[in-house]
T-cell receptor, first 111, second 114 residues
Framework: SQQGEEDPQALSIQEGENATMNCSYK?????LQWYRQNSGRGLVHLIL?????REKHSGRLRVTLDTSKKSSSLLITASRAADTASYFC???????????FGKGTKLTVNP | GAVVSQHPSWVICKSGTSVKIECRSL??????MFWYRQFPKQSLMLMAT?????????EQGVEKDKFLINHASLTLSTLTVTSAHPEDSSFYIC??????????FGPGTRLLVL
């Protein structure tokens, strides 16, 4: 199975702290993406990192990808209460457009 | 960014009835749309992939006769849950794919079957 696994399953931090979430997957991938889902809502695309990239930044987000370890991390710096959500990684392979989602990390940022 | 809408946002129906959920790409043409299901506190599971003008491709374990998918245009796909039962209660999310690898997701439809 290609399914990703995020850890931790849940993370609770104080506003202003950094939050790091990890994602591991099992097979070779084409791209890895991170999504955010607020409770009971749809998914919001955060960032895409290609298999030949090692790091990518977008605002307060920093994503790394280590294809040798089949893992990725999402770092949110200077967290805000509004960052409270579930975060999912999703992978796809070059021969298919399907996304396979990990189980997600539930992040709570306390004000 | 690309916007996808879903209608309705939530629906309650009686067991045995059919429910239709619409997924629209508002500002782009989605040649491919995807339907996912998400149970509480779980991840999204892909149900089917829908290409405009052709039959949907269903994932293993998803009944094609129960979950009817139509993708008649580049901006609209529908999912009909036929003869719904309480176990079909879930959060259904669609996404549309534009050029490239990014899927844009709708806000989801919460279905409760009584």
């Amino acid at each position: 199975s290609q399914q990703g696994e995020e850890d931790p399953q849940a993370l609770s931090i104080q506003e202003g702290e950094n939050a790091t979430m990890n994602c591991s997957y099992k097979t070779s991938i084409n791209n890895l993406q991170w999504y955010r889902q607020n409770s009971g809502r749809g998914l919001v695309h955060l960032i895409l990192i290609r298999s030949n990239e090692r790091e990518k930044h977008s605002g307060r987000l920093r994503v790394t990808l280590d294809t040798s370890k089949k893992s990725s991390s999402l770092l949110i710096t200077a967290s805000r209460a509004a960052d409270t959500a579930s975060y999912f990684c999703a992978t796809d392979v070059w021969w298919s457009e399907k996304l396979v989602f990990g189980k997600g990390t539930k992040l709570t940022v306390n004000p | 960014g690309a916007v996808v809408s879903q209608h309705p946002s939530w629906v309650i129906c009686k067991s045995g009835t059919s429910v239709k959920i619409e997924c629209r790409s508002l500002d782009f043409q989605a040649t491919t749309m995807f339907w996912y299901r998400q149970f509480p506190k779980q991840s999204l599971m892909l149900m089917a992939t829908s290409n405009e003008g052709s039959k949907a491709t269903y994932e293993q374990g998803v009944e094609k006769d129960k979950f009817l998918i139509n993708h008649a245009s580049l901006t609209l796909s529908t999912l009909t849950v036929t003869s719904a039962h309480p176990e079909d209660s879930s959060f259904y999310i669609c996404s549309g794919e534009t050029r490239g690898e990014t899927q844009y997701f709708g806000p989801g439809t919460r279905l409760l079957v009584l």
